[in-house]
């Protein structure tokens, strides 16, 4: 081969603007490279036509292009609730609307069905990771590999009996049976999801400590959500929830702490000398009036937060774009500083942070060389989005997700111009409607 002759690739995508999240900005007129589902360059348009010949190229003159975005915490079946019950206080919201009617209707195809309506919505808008909770992960694992979609399924854990399972030992089994059944599947991971402090006891805390050492498992939690939770606690064991998690073995890297609302000092000391990470879940928080997480503070003391949806159910949304644009005004209001979260702090909190709460940021979260092409296109060329003087400002505080056009997972378009390529959306669209007439 002479030295000269451009190296065949699968995908070239020009972009008006590339965002690569690391470094931080955003680049004119340069090409993305795609082969064999990985990003094998960024460079300038120009020096791209002298290195590579793509078999597909794709042209976005009028485009951002940025790491897929990844949601940290969603329960992606619970899209089957969405508007069921909105304007309630938590504990209404979950005792008399939500858990009776998990507690009638639970079972594989709800799963099946609501993760994918979930899926088929995040895809759409621009989120091509997240990391899912909620009963049967099998069923939902399903659903993502029939989406495209990548991502990180919990083990749910509770030491109350459901009708999935009977006791602590049940779930763990169940969830490690749906963990080996899709161990091939490459998109696919699992974690420990023990639902929260308060719903699982101290032994059945020891044992999936054990399980996720020996393993090398994630293990995520919903921690310190509401007050009433952490005065709850403080009451019977004179702890707060973190330390006790922290004296049970739980804390440490691989320890996901979903909302994390109602921390003192200590916890968000502990939460940073153990390498724990955060999901910052704002519009869930606001909607279920839980409060307001210490964002500033935890990224003071050097703690890696995520951002999260939460299940549809409590937010109403599953859209990454819209949770960036509220974590960040939210941060303003909270500490009365119009400079806490900045534009391009709050996108790297929506990608590459996310991976690293999920221990995937060597994978995907950033446009990097060597990374999965993880890869969204959003349209900065409209009404909504003119004039434009800063790509990255705009993506979070102008764009929606509306403007999000094409989506890769790992080098396949799974949205092209707006269509899901891979969901039947009339298929969808009619369960949908068949368990809104069942639930109602
Ligand atoms: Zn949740």
């Not at 979950?94 to 099946?112: G, K, N, S, T, Y």
């Not at 090398?216 to 007050?227: K, P, S, W, Y």
């Amino acid at each position: 081969m002479a030295q000269n002759e451009p190296r065949a690739v699968d995908l070239r995508i020009d972009a008006r603007f590339v965002i690569p999240v690391e470094p931080a900005g955003a680049l004119a007129d340069h090409a993305l490279i795609v082969d064999a589902n990985r990003i094998a360059a960024l460079l300038p348009v120009a020096q791209a036509d002298r290195e590579y010949a793509a078999r597909e190229r794709v042209a976005l003159p009028q485009h951002a292009l940025i790491p897929g975005l990844v949601n940290a915490h969603t329960h992606a079946a619970m899209t089957l609730l969405r508007g069921i019950a909105d304007d309630v206080v938590l504990k209404a919201w979950l005792e008399e609307h939500i858990w009776p009617r998990e507690a009638q209707f639970m079972a594989p195809d709800f799963v099946h069905d609501g993760t994918l309506l979930g899926a088929a919505e995040m895809l759409r808008a621009g989120i091509t990771c997240c990391n899912d909770m909620y009963f049967h992960p099998e069923a939902a694992a399903q659903a993502y590999e029939q989406a495209g979609m990548r991502a990180m399924i919990g083990m749910p854990i509770l030491d109350l009996p459901t009708p999935y399972a009977a006791d602590a030992d049940a779930y763990l089994q169940r969830g490690l049976a749906a963990r080996d059944a899709f161990k091939d599947s490459p998109r696919l991971a699992f974690s420990l999801a023990p639902h929260a402090p308060y719903t699982v006891g101290d032994d059945t805390w020891r044992t999936l400590v054990v399980y996720a050492r020996q393993l090398d498992l994630i293990v995520q939690t919903h921690l310190a959500e509401t007050a009433r939770e952490v005065d709850d606690a403080r009451a019977r064991s004179h702890e707060s929830p973190l330390a006790r998690l922290d004296r049970l073995g739980a804390t440490g890297p691989a320890f996901v702490a979903i909302h994390a609302v109602h921390l003192d000092a200590r916890d968000m000391d502990l939460l940073a000398t153990q390498g724990c990470h955060v999901v910052h879940c704002p519009v869930s928080n606001m909607k279920l009036a839980s409060g307001i997480a210490p964002v500033a503070a935890l990224l003071a003391r050097g703690v890696n937060v995520a951002l999260g949806t939460d299940g549809a159910a409590s937010n109403n949304r599953l859209d990454m774009l819209d949770e960036m644009r509220v974590a960040s005004l939210l941060a303003k209001v909270a500490t009365g500083d119009a400079s806490a979260l900045p534009a391009p702090r709050v996108l790297r909190m929506a990608t590459l942070d996310g991976a690293a709460a999920l221990g995937l940021d060597a994978r995907i979260g950033s446009l990097a060389a060597g990374k999965e092409a993880d890869v969204v296109a959003v349209r900065l060329a409209d009404v909504e989005t003119l004039p434009l003087y800063d790509p990255v400002s705009q993506l979070v505080n102008a764009a929606g997700r509306e403007h999000v056009t094409d989506v890769w997972v790992a080098g396949e378009r799974v949205v092209a111009e707006r269509q899901l390529t891979k969901i039947d959306v009339d298929a969808l669209v009619g369960r949908a409607r068949m368990w809104q007439a069942r639930l109602a």
